[in-house]
């Protein structure tokens, strides 16, 4: 009779091979199909009751030109409660995310991408969580950010929570990631086949028909339970596409040209805000969201139609119901709204926000256009749609999801031909303009590459936080300039980084304070901040690649390359004798397989049937054998050595001391 263990080892084994079927792969997908396609529902339920909390209305955003209603439930604020909304918001959301996920902070695609690409698609569960909290709370006080961002993220956690638990191998748990994030597209914008292939485009990159198979399903199921609870219809209602005029399509190209140069504009506007919120705040991160929620709450003071995704807004500019002036300048708002609202430490998207700049792009050129050549330009809102996907492919660099996702919004095969004109165009000035697109750039930033690897693999599988050496004794920037030059001679170095009130600021050279004790003649009254330097700097994820670049750059690479943490705090030095040290270390050989296993069978040499067994060991000396050095030497008629690492020359190896 079977044991109690030899049964659960029996159940263990079925369970294996159960989940190393196709069909149980294919469970699975639709299962997080299905999860997803739920929580995007619950995503948006979210974000329409922290709306309403915060506002009192549905949708702030759409109260229209020249109105600012005020809150029906503090109406003695009038309209300034749109101020305090932001800070309040960022008050709750702002500590839960510094507590339980950082990750959730920002847009949410690039860290999607980083876990597909470089940690085997592992995802905590406890982002899907975090993330829906506080993007809903995020959009719903007045964050000028989309929801793509955040149920993608939503559902590649809830898939690789679900691969996880079911213990499959990285290849399926980035697949079930995959279906997660088109799951989420799906149910949110109704649009199923742009999902997919944002998932294949931008996520999977290299994928096999099975993944192609597993994200469709995913996908459909997704879509289906969105249909079924919120209704087939789309998410923006917009005009009758036509073109009238084959000289349109000249024209089409001219818009591609300029909204990739917007796209890239967009993104460097976007991280420029972070680099100046960085910058400039010095104090805890969980208070962040909430001090800087006052220049967003002003912005929004100004511009009420900032507030939130802002959908109703660019229904009406693509409907033609605004002058070009006020379309260029909620275009201009909108650039600043969600630079701001992500710089601040909010939780969203810029999917959305994309698409509203490039609404408001294409409706204002196609007045200009009209204006200028009645005859030929056609409706202005054909030009708003164009550029709505040009100006998203020029910021993500996803060109078949920008044609897909315009072609299921309009459903309309004619927008095909002029769509496919002025993205493609719109890609290669994104491309000609910028090395990385709006979500690659938020990753190279942190030192992380995701599409080369370098030759040396320890180039970009090691990051600075691997080999760092411990920092030199920091100065701070109040020092006495000839206090400071002692220490530095005494340190034997060529510089020393220089911190205030814990950060890094820079460093103190040598050469810099030579200088300044020899030509000035209050030299003694000079401090290290009167001769401060900029100092190298990266962060402690940064690879190997990214931080020798960073230290050959920089004018003054013999001081070294300072490594922080996320807050900016000094934790580590690395120099080039370190990045040499580390790239002269032998490489980590495999271990040897261990006699009997598989793996050590499959190293074995194997015998030819005709071939006799070679035996090892000693051979006995044979009756007759004339040659008496042989029967001296035992070793003389042995076999030919087995190889290292099989059965018998583990077996045979002597023992070494």
Not at 233 to 252: C, I, K, W
């Amino acid at each position: 009779m079977p044991t109690s263990s030899g049964v659960a080892a029996r159940l263990g084994t079925t369970a294996r091979q159960l989940r190393s079927t196709s069909g149980a792969l294919t469970v699975m997908a639709l299962v997080v199909g299905a999860t997803t396609g739920l929580g995007a529902v619950v995503f948006r339920w979210l974000i329409t009751r922290a709306t309403w909390i915060f506002t009192g209305h549905a949708d702030y955003s759409a109260v229209g030109l020249g109105n600012h209603p005020p809150h029906p439930w503090v109406p003695w604020l009038g309209s300034w409660f749109v101020v305090l909304a932001p800070v309040v918001g960022g008050i709750i959301y702002g500590p839960v995310i510094q507590k339980w996920a950082k990750e959730a902070r920002g847009h949410g695609v690039p860290e999607v991408m980083l876990a597909v690409s470089q940690r085997g698609g592992r995802i905590e569960g406890k982002v899907a969580v975090v993330k829906s909290l506080a993007s809903a709370l995020s959009i719903g006080s007045g964050g000028s950010v989309g929801r793509e961002g955040p149920i993608v993220q939503i559902g590649s956690a809830l898939g690789s929570r679900i691969a996880q638990w079911a213990r499959l191998s990285e290849t399926k748990v980035r697949t079930l990631v995959a279906c997660g994030a088109a799951s989420g597209i799906a149910a949110t914008f109704n649009a199923p086949i742009a999902g997919v292939f944002f998932a294949l485009e931008l996520l999977l990159r290299d994928f096999t028909a099975e993944s192609f198979g597993m994200v469709v399903l995913a996908a459909v199921t997704a879509s289906v339970i969105g249909r079924a609870i919120l209704g087939d219809v789309p998410f923006l209602e917009l005009p009758t596409f036509s073109v009238h005029h084959a000289g349109a399509y000249l024209l089409f190209a001219v818009l591609g040209v300029i909204a990739g140069v917007v796209g890239v504009l967009f993104t460097r506007i976007l991280y420029g805000f972070e680099d100046v919120a960085d910058k400039i705040w010095r104090g805890p991160e969980w208070a962040r969201p909430a001090v800087g929620g006052v220049l967003l709450g002003l912005l929004l003071l100004a511009v009420p139609q900032m507030y939130g995704v802002g959908y109703p807004v660019l229904q009406a500019g693509v409907h033609g119901e605004f002058a070009i002036a006020v379309l260029l300048g909620l275009l201009v708002a909108k650039m600043v709204a969600t630079s701001l609202s992500i710089a601040i430490g909010g939780s969203g998207g810029i999917f959305a926000p994309s698409l509203f700049i490039g609404g408001m792009l294409g409706a204002a050129f196609g007045d200009v256009a009209s204006q200028l050549f009645p005859g030929i330009a056609g409706p202005a809102g054909a030009f708003a749609l164009v550029g709505m996907g040009a100006v998203f492919a020029g910021a993500a660099r996803a060109p078949i999801t920008a044609v897909l996702i315009l072609f299921e919004l309009t459903g309309e095969y004619t927008i095909i031909l002029p769509l496919m004109l002025a993205i493609v165009l719109a890609t290669g000035v994104s491309r000609a303009l910028s090395r990385d697109s709006i979500y690659t750039l938020k990753l190279r930033r942190r030192g992380i590459e995701i599409d080369s690897r370098a030759a040396d693999p320890r180039l970009t599988d090691k990051t600075l936080g691997d080999v760092m050496e411990p920092p030199p004794v920091a100065l701070s920037d109040s020092v006495k300039l000839e206090a400071a030059a002692r220490r530095l001679l005494s340190s034997g170095r060529g510089s020393l980084p220089v911190v205030s009130e814990g950060l890094l600021v820079g460093q103190l050279r040598a050469d810099k304070v030579a200088t300044a004790m020899e030509t000035e003649d209050t030299a003694g009254t000079l401090t290290v901040a009167d001769v401060l330097d900029d100092v190298p700097r990266a962060r402690t994820t940064t690879v190997l690649r990214r931080g020798l670049d960073a230290l050959r750059r920089h004018e003054y690479p013999d001081g070294g390359l300072a490594v922080t943490d996320e807050e900016g705090r000094l934790v580590g030095w690395v120099t080039h004798r370190t990045l040499l040290r580390t790239l002269t270390a032998p490489l980590p050989v495999a271990p040897a397989a261990t006699a009997g296993t598989a793996l050590a069978r499959l190293r074995s040499p194997r015998r030819r049937p005709h071939e006799p067994r070679v035996r090892r060991g000693p051979a006995r000396p044979r009756s007759g054998d004339g040659d008496p050095a042989a029967h001296r030497d035992p070793a003389a008629h042995r076999g030919p050595a087995a190889a290292p690492g099989t059965e018998e020359g583990q077996a045979t190896a002597p023992a070494r001391r």
